[in-house]
């Protein structure tokens, strides 16, 4: 079945370490997110990739980074530097990243939980 | 201030009965897009209903129906007949140029 995979689902960082987020899709999609979501808050973009090789920041990118080296994977690593990184993140894929302001369906995956011990 | 406003923390509804989650948005634009999304307690969001701003008719999607009210900047989610299946998180977003910009949620819970 085609669909988008985090891994892993719940995830334990010491204060100081670096982390890593895995996405991973097999829609065929070019256009991959990556959204933060607190309790109480709607999701904010971290980062977003329209196609391979290319990403930009999102709202609240401070102290994290991405790479898009494969179409259909988009890590996300949560760096010492981000300050509050206990959070539940989420991936999300469309076809394109027009064609998803049009639409806007995106699909996401189940999230990964990250706490900071 | 706040451009996506979902009033409604929670909500307690009875299996069958018909429910309304309120959105409000603010935005200048006259092209814009509203959808919503449920998030169950796995996790993922799920795509429910989509209004863009020049549709003249409201959209629908099976038992899910967007109540859009342009003048008053309202676009709440209408559920029929609502099911246990139904408890979830929904959220309000709003296409805004290339941004999608989320409201807080509602917690909907259906009591059998």
């Known amino acids: 079945d085609g669909g988008i995979t985090q891994s892993p689902k719940y995830l334990f960082r010491k204060e100081g370490q670096n982390v890593t987020l895995s996405c991973e899709q097999n829609l065929n999609h070019d256009a991959m997110y990556w959204y933060r979501q607190d309790p109480g808050q709607g999701l904010r973009l971290i980062y977003y990739?329209?196609?391979?090789?290319?990403?930009q920041k999102g709202d609240i990118a401070e102290g994290y980074s991405v790479s898009r080296e494969k179409k259909e994977s988009f890590p996300l690593t949560v760096t010492s530097a981000q300050k509050n990184p206990t959070a539940f993140y989420l991936c999300a894929s469309t076809l394109s990243h027009l064609g998803y302001t049009n639409t806007g369906e995106l699909f996401f995956g189940e999230g990964s939980r990250l706490t900071v011990l | 201030a706040q451009k996506i406003t979902q009033t409604q923390p929670g909500m307690f509804v009875q299996e069958k009965e018909a429910v309304t989650l309120d959105c409000t948005y603010d935005?200048?634009?006259?092209?814009?897009?509203l959808f919503w999304y449920k998030q169950p307690s796995s996790g993922e969001m799920i795509f429910l209903i989509y209004q863009g701003s020049y549709d003249e008719q409201n959209a629908t999607e099976g038992r899910y129906s967007l109540n859009f009210q342009k003048a008053r900047k309202s676009a709440n989610l209408v559920i029929s007949a609502s099911q246990l299946g139904d408890s979830a998180m929904y959220f309000c977003a709003m296409r805004e140029g290339y941004q999608l910009i989320w409201g807080a949620g509602t917690k909907l819970i259906i009591k059998p």
């Open positions: 990739s329209q196609i391979v090789n290319d990403f």
């Open positions: 935005t200048s634009d006259q092209s814009y897009g």
